[in-house]
Protein backbone atom coordinates (compact mmCIF):
# COMPACT_ATOMS: atom_id res chain seq x y z
CA UNK A 1 0.00 0.00 0.00
CA UNK A 2 1.31 3.29 -0.79
CA UNK A 3 0.32 6.87 -0.24
CA UNK A 4 -1.43 8.45 2.56
CA UNK A 5 -4.27 9.30 0.97
CA UNK A 6 -4.99 5.36 0.87
CA UNK A 7 -4.52 4.96 4.50
CA UNK A 8 -7.35 4.00 6.71
CA UNK A 9 -7.47 5.63 9.69
CA UNK A 10 -8.64 3.51 12.85
CA UNK A 11 -10.31 4.20 16.29
CA UNK A 12 -10.00 1.69 19.09
CA UNK A 13 -12.67 1.97 21.72
CA UNK A 14 -11.48 0.27 24.45
CA UNK A 15 -8.12 -0.94 25.83
CA UNK A 16 -8.74 -4.60 27.20
CA UNK A 17 -6.98 -7.54 26.12
CA UNK A 18 -8.63 -7.09 22.80
CA UNK A 19 -7.87 -3.12 22.49
CA UNK A 20 -4.36 -3.71 23.65
CA UNK A 21 -4.01 -6.13 21.14
CA UNK A 22 -5.43 -4.30 18.09
CA UNK A 23 -3.22 -1.28 18.77
CA UNK A 24 -0.19 -3.38 19.39
CA UNK A 25 -1.05 -4.83 15.87
CA UNK A 26 -1.63 -1.74 14.30
CA UNK A 27 1.28 0.09 15.57
CA UNK A 28 3.83 -3.42 13.88
CA UNK A 29 1.89 -3.78 10.58
CA UNK A 30 -0.44 -1.21 10.27
CA UNK A 31 0.63 0.78 7.69
CA UNK A 32 1.76 -2.54 5.65
CA UNK A 33 -1.91 -2.79 5.24
CA UNK A 34 -2.44 0.60 4.62
CA UNK A 35 -4.16 1.14 8.48
CA UNK A 36 -2.89 4.19 10.52
CA UNK A 37 -4.20 4.98 13.89
CA UNK A 38 -6.34 7.76 14.70
CA UNK A 39 -7.54 7.44 18.14
CA UNK A 40 -7.07 5.27 21.22
CA UNK A 41 -10.16 5.75 24.32
CA UNK A 42 -10.57 3.65 27.59
CA UNK A 43 -12.82 4.44 30.08
CA UNK A 44 -10.20 4.41 32.07
CA UNK A 45 -7.28 6.78 30.65
CA UNK A 46 -4.71 6.13 32.74
CA UNK A 47 -4.86 2.79 31.49
CA UNK A 48 -3.33 4.41 28.16
CA UNK A 49 -0.23 6.44 30.01
CA UNK A 50 2.92 4.58 28.88
CA UNK A 51 1.47 2.36 26.48
CA UNK A 52 0.04 4.79 23.84
CA UNK A 53 1.63 8.15 23.08
CA UNK A 54 -0.49 10.82 24.18
CA UNK A 55 -1.42 12.15 20.57
CA UNK A 56 -3.44 8.75 19.64
CA UNK A 57 -4.82 9.29 23.18
CA UNK A 58 -8.40 10.59 22.51
CA UNK A 59 -9.87 12.33 26.57
CA UNK A 60 -13.41 12.19 25.57
CA UNK A 61 -15.10 10.10 23.27
CA UNK A 62 -17.50 12.42 22.23
CA UNK A 63 -14.42 14.20 20.25
CA UNK A 64 -14.21 11.32 18.30
CA UNK A 65 -15.17 13.36 14.90
CA UNK A 66 -11.96 15.38 15.51
CA UNK A 67 -9.88 12.74 14.87
CA UNK A 68 -11.32 11.71 11.44
CA UNK A 69 -11.37 7.83 12.23
CA UNK A 70 -12.44 6.09 8.55
CA UNK A 71 -13.41 3.17 10.82
CA UNK A 72 -14.36 2.62 14.38
CA UNK A 73 -13.81 -0.22 16.70
CA UNK A 74 -15.20 -0.95 19.54
CA UNK A 75 -13.79 -3.94 22.01
CA UNK A 76 -14.73 -2.33 25.19
CA UNK A 77 -19.12 -3.33 26.43
CA UNK A 78 -21.71 -3.76 24.82
CA UNK A 79 -23.12 -0.19 26.18
CA UNK A 80 -20.78 1.41 23.40
CA UNK A 81 -22.61 0.62 20.58
CA UNK A 82 -26.00 1.42 22.66
CA UNK A 83 -24.93 4.89 23.19
CA UNK A 84 -22.26 6.17 20.52
CA UNK A 85 -22.63 3.21 17.76
CA UNK A 86 -25.83 5.80 15.47
CA UNK A 87 -22.74 8.76 15.90
CA UNK A 88 -20.19 6.82 14.74
CA UNK A 89 -21.93 5.47 11.67
CA UNK A 90 -22.86 9.11 10.68
CA UNK A 91 -19.48 9.53 10.17
CA UNK A 92 -17.18 6.32 9.34
CA UNK A 93 -17.90 2.49 9.21
CA UNK A 94 -18.42 0.73 12.81
CA UNK A 95 -17.12 -2.87 13.66
CA UNK A 96 -18.81 -3.33 16.55
CA UNK A 97 -16.78 -5.92 18.75
CA UNK A 98 -19.48 -6.60 21.22
CA UNK A 99 -22.56 -7.77 18.56
CA UNK A 100 -24.86 -8.93 22.39
CA UNK A 101 -25.46 -4.81 22.25
CA UNK A 102 -27.50 -5.65 19.00
CA UNK A 103 -29.97 -8.04 20.90
CA UNK A 104 -31.89 -4.50 21.94
CA UNK A 105 -33.97 -4.81 19.19
CA UNK A 106 -34.05 -0.61 18.88
CA UNK A 107 -30.21 -0.34 18.67
CA UNK A 108 -30.34 -2.86 16.39
CA UNK A 109 -33.16 -1.27 13.95
CA UNK A 110 -31.16 2.10 14.89
CA UNK A 111 -27.61 0.74 13.55
CA UNK A 112 -29.40 -0.94 10.29
CA UNK A 113 -31.41 2.35 9.39
CA UNK A 114 -28.24 4.51 9.65
CA UNK A 115 -25.74 2.30 8.24
CA UNK A 116 -28.51 2.36 5.06
CA UNK A 117 -29.09 6.10 5.41
CA UNK A 118 -24.97 7.06 5.74
CA UNK A 119 -23.98 4.73 3.49
CA UNK A 120 -21.49 3.57 5.84
CA UNK A 121 -20.90 -0.17 7.21
CA UNK A 122 -21.96 -1.70 10.33
CA UNK A 123 -19.03 -4.84 10.49
CA UNK A 124 -19.68 -7.51 12.54
CA UNK A 125 -16.50 -9.38 13.29
CA UNK A 126 -17.14 -13.49 12.95
CA UNK A 127 -15.29 -13.96 16.02
CA UNK A 128 -15.18 -17.77 16.96
CA UNK A 129 -18.57 -18.24 14.13
CA UNK A 130 -17.59 -20.84 11.37
CA UNK A 131 -19.45 -20.37 8.05
CA UNK A 132 -21.24 -16.81 9.16
CA UNK A 133 -20.70 -15.81 5.58
CA UNK A 134 -22.21 -18.82 4.52
CA UNK A 135 -25.05 -18.44 6.97
CA UNK A 136 -25.28 -15.07 5.25
CA UNK A 137 -25.70 -15.90 1.82
CA UNK A 138 -28.15 -19.05 3.01
CA UNK A 139 -30.07 -16.48 4.61
CA UNK A 140 -30.29 -13.97 1.91
CA UNK A 141 -31.34 -15.84 -0.74
CA UNK A 142 -34.66 -17.46 1.53
CA UNK A 143 -32.72 -20.81 2.57
CA UNK A 144 -32.58 -20.69 6.22
CA UNK A 145 -35.33 -22.47 8.22
CA UNK A 146 -33.38 -22.84 11.65
CA UNK A 147 -30.09 -21.60 12.92
CA UNK A 148 -28.37 -23.45 16.55
CA UNK A 149 -25.50 -22.23 17.99
CA UNK A 150 -24.12 -24.09 21.42
CA UNK A 151 -21.08 -23.01 22.70
CA UNK A 152 -19.31 -24.93 25.32
CA UNK A 153 -16.39 -23.87 27.71
CA UNK A 154 -15.33 -24.80 30.38
CA UNK A 155 -17.31 -23.60 33.96
CA UNK A 156 -14.40 -21.21 35.07
CA UNK A 157 -14.21 -19.61 31.72
CA UNK A 158 -17.35 -17.51 31.90
CA UNK A 159 -18.15 -14.31 33.43
CA UNK A 160 -21.45 -14.73 34.92
CA UNK A 161 -23.67 -13.17 37.54
CA UNK A 162 -27.02 -14.42 38.50
CA UNK A 163 -28.88 -17.39 38.01
CA UNK A 164 -26.20 -18.65 35.06
CA UNK A 165 -23.20 -17.88 37.54
CA UNK A 166 -24.76 -19.78 40.06
CA UNK A 167 -25.44 -23.04 37.44
CA UNK A 168 -21.50 -22.56 36.41
CA UNK A 169 -20.29 -22.94 39.90
CA UNK A 170 -22.24 -26.26 40.12
CA UNK A 171 -20.98 -26.99 36.85
CA UNK A 172 -17.51 -27.48 38.24
CA UNK A 173 -18.84 -31.36 39.05
CA UNK A 174 -20.61 -32.24 35.95
CA UNK A 175 -21.53 -30.66 32.76
CA UNK A 176 -24.70 -28.59 32.49
CA UNK A 177 -26.70 -26.50 30.15
CA UNK A 178 -26.70 -23.60 31.41
CA UNK A 179 -29.40 -21.69 28.61
CA UNK A 180 -31.34 -23.69 25.61
CA UNK A 181 -33.34 -21.33 24.08
CA UNK A 182 -33.80 -17.87 21.60
CA UNK A 183 -30.65 -16.13 21.55
CA UNK A 184 -32.33 -12.74 22.55
CA UNK A 185 -33.05 -13.90 26.12
CA UNK A 186 -29.67 -15.13 26.60
CA UNK A 187 -27.51 -11.84 25.38
CA UNK A 188 -28.19 -9.82 28.57
CA UNK A 189 -28.16 -12.71 30.92
CA UNK A 190 -24.20 -13.14 29.33
CA UNK A 191 -23.08 -10.30 27.76
CA UNK A 192 -19.32 -11.10 27.52
CA UNK A 193 -20.18 -14.89 26.57
CA UNK A 194 -22.39 -15.01 23.44
CA UNK A 195 -20.83 -12.21 20.77
CA UNK A 196 -20.62 -15.59 18.57
CA UNK A 197 -24.23 -16.04 19.17
CA UNK A 198 -25.18 -12.46 18.30
CA UNK A 199 -23.07 -12.27 15.33
CA UNK A 200 -25.14 -15.65 14.08
CA UNK A 201 -28.25 -13.58 14.95
CA UNK A 202 -26.59 -10.97 12.74
CA UNK A 203 -25.61 -13.07 9.74
CA UNK A 204 -29.39 -14.85 10.07
CA UNK A 205 -31.42 -11.60 9.61
CA UNK A 206 -34.15 -13.10 8.75
CA UNK A 207 -34.11 -15.59 11.93
CA UNK A 208 -32.74 -13.14 13.83
CA UNK A 209 -32.25 -13.12 17.95
CA UNK A 210 -35.59 -14.61 18.67
CA UNK A 211 -35.48 -16.91 15.84
CA UNK A 212 -31.82 -18.21 16.22
CA UNK A 213 -31.73 -20.82 19.57
CA UNK A 214 -28.65 -20.41 21.40
CA UNK A 215 -27.33 -23.06 23.99
CA UNK A 216 -25.06 -22.19 26.52
CA UNK A 217 -23.03 -25.19 28.24
CA UNK A 218 -20.67 -25.82 31.21
CA UNK A 219 -18.66 -28.71 30.91
CA UNK A 220 -15.30 -29.04 33.67
CA UNK A 221 -13.69 -31.85 30.88
CA UNK A 222 -13.00 -28.93 28.49
CA UNK A 223 -10.06 -27.04 30.76
CA UNK A 224 -8.30 -25.83 27.93
CA UNK A 225 -10.33 -24.86 24.76
CA UNK A 226 -13.98 -23.66 24.12
CA UNK A 227 -15.89 -25.59 21.02
CA UNK A 228 -18.23 -23.72 18.93
CA UNK A 229 -21.17 -25.60 17.31
CA UNK A 230 -23.34 -24.95 14.08
CA UNK A 231 -26.26 -26.41 12.95
CA UNK A 232 -27.89 -24.89 10.35
CA UNK A 233 -30.95 -26.52 8.14
CA UNK A 234 -32.65 -25.25 5.02
CA UNK A 235 -35.40 -27.08 2.34
CA UNK A 236 -35.80 -30.66 1.66
CA UNK A 237 -33.73 -32.06 4.57
CA UNK A 238 -30.40 -29.70 3.58
CA UNK A 239 -28.06 -28.84 6.71
CA UNK A 240 -24.76 -28.07 7.58
CA UNK A 241 -23.09 -29.20 11.08
CA UNK A 242 -20.08 -27.56 12.42
CA UNK A 243 -18.03 -27.96 14.59
CA UNK A 244 -14.85 -25.17 16.18
CA UNK A 245 -12.31 -26.24 18.86
CA UNK A 246 -10.44 -22.92 19.93
CA UNK A 247 -7.72 -23.32 22.76
CA UNK A 248 -8.45 -21.13 25.29
CA UNK A 249 -5.83 -20.65 28.58
CA UNK A 250 -7.43 -21.80 31.65
CA UNK A 251 -10.03 -19.77 33.04
CA UNK A 252 -10.17 -17.37 29.46
CA UNK A 253 -13.21 -15.76 28.43
CA UNK A 254 -11.28 -15.06 25.10
CA UNK A 255 -9.99 -17.94 23.39
CA UNK A 256 -6.04 -17.65 21.97
CA UNK A 257 -7.52 -17.57 18.15
CA UNK A 258 -10.22 -14.87 18.70
CA UNK A 259 -7.16 -12.00 18.79
CA UNK A 260 -6.31 -12.99 15.49
CA UNK A 261 -9.92 -13.29 14.12
CA UNK A 262 -10.36 -9.78 14.90
CA UNK A 263 -7.24 -8.32 13.10
CA UNK A 264 -8.32 -10.72 9.71
CA UNK A 265 -11.62 -9.21 10.96
CA UNK A 266 -10.40 -5.43 10.54
CA UNK A 267 -8.59 -5.75 7.52
CA UNK A 268 -11.57 -7.05 5.97
CA UNK A 269 -13.24 -3.63 6.75
CA UNK A 270 -12.33 -1.04 3.67
CA UNK A 271 -15.87 0.11 3.39
CA UNK A 272 -18.95 -2.38 2.11
CA UNK A 273 -21.65 0.62 2.04
CA UNK A 274 -25.08 1.32 4.06
CA UNK A 275 -25.03 -2.13 4.93
CA UNK A 276 -24.19 -5.07 8.20
CA UNK A 277 -21.36 -6.81 7.05
CA UNK A 278 -20.22 -10.16 8.47
CA UNK A 279 -16.43 -9.83 8.64
N1 LIG B 1 -17.11 -10.66 19.04
C1 LIG B 1 -16.46 -11.58 19.72
O1 LIG B 1 -16.36 -12.73 19.31
C2 LIG B 1 -15.80 -11.20 21.02
C3 LIG B 1 -14.78 -11.97 21.54
C4 LIG B 1 -14.19 -11.56 22.72
C5 LIG B 1 -14.65 -10.42 23.38
N2 LIG B 1 -15.66 -9.70 22.86
C6 LIG B 1 -16.17 -8.48 23.51
O2 LIG B 1 -15.26 -7.43 23.28
C7 LIG B 1 -15.25 -6.57 24.42
C8 LIG B 1 -13.80 -6.45 24.89
O3 LIG B 1 -13.29 -7.73 25.22
P1 LIG B 1 -11.92 -7.89 26.04
O4 LIG B 1 -11.62 -9.33 26.13
O5 LIG B 1 -10.92 -6.96 25.47
O6 LIG B 1 -12.41 -7.35 27.46
P2 LIG B 1 -11.55 -6.71 28.65
O7 LIG B 1 -12.37 -6.89 29.89
O8 LIG B 1 -10.15 -7.19 28.64
O9 LIG B 1 -11.50 -5.15 28.28
C9 LIG B 1 -12.64 -4.33 28.27
C10 LIG B 1 -12.21 -2.87 28.24
O10 LIG B 1 -13.37 -2.05 28.16
C11 LIG B 1 -13.49 -1.24 29.31
N3 LIG B 1 -14.88 -1.25 29.79
C12 LIG B 1 -15.50 -2.17 30.54
N4 LIG B 1 -16.77 -1.81 30.79
C13 LIG B 1 -16.95 -0.63 30.16
C14 LIG B 1 -18.05 0.26 30.06
N5 LIG B 1 -19.22 0.01 30.65
N6 LIG B 1 -17.88 1.39 29.32
C15 LIG B 1 -16.71 1.67 28.73
N7 LIG B 1 -15.62 0.87 28.80
C16 LIG B 1 -15.75 -0.27 29.52
C17 LIG B 1 -12.55 -1.78 30.36
O11 LIG B 1 -12.04 -0.70 31.12
C18 LIG B 1 -11.47 -2.44 29.51
O12 LIG B 1 -10.46 -1.54 29.17
C19 LIG B 1 -16.19 -7.17 25.45
O13 LIG B 1 -17.44 -6.54 25.42
C20 LIG B 1 -16.30 -8.62 25.00
O14 LIG B 1 -17.56 -9.18 25.37
C21 LIG B 1 -16.23 -10.06 21.69
Redesign the pocket.
Given at each position: MSGDQCRRRVGI?????????LVQRLRDDGLRHGLELAFVW???AD?LKGMVPAELRLGKLTDFLERHADIIV???????AQAYGESFLRTADFMV????ALAGLETELKLRAVAQQSGHTLY??????WGGQDIQRMDEGGMLQALTVTMVKHPDSFRLGGHLGELARHARQERTVLYDGPVRGLCPLA???V??M??ACMAASSLGFDGVKGCLVADPALPDYHVVETEATGPGGFSVHTRRKNPAACGA??GSA?FA??WSSLLVCRGHGGRVYLC
Open positions: VGYGHLGQYNRDKEVAHPCIGSPTIPSGALPNNNTAAVTTAF
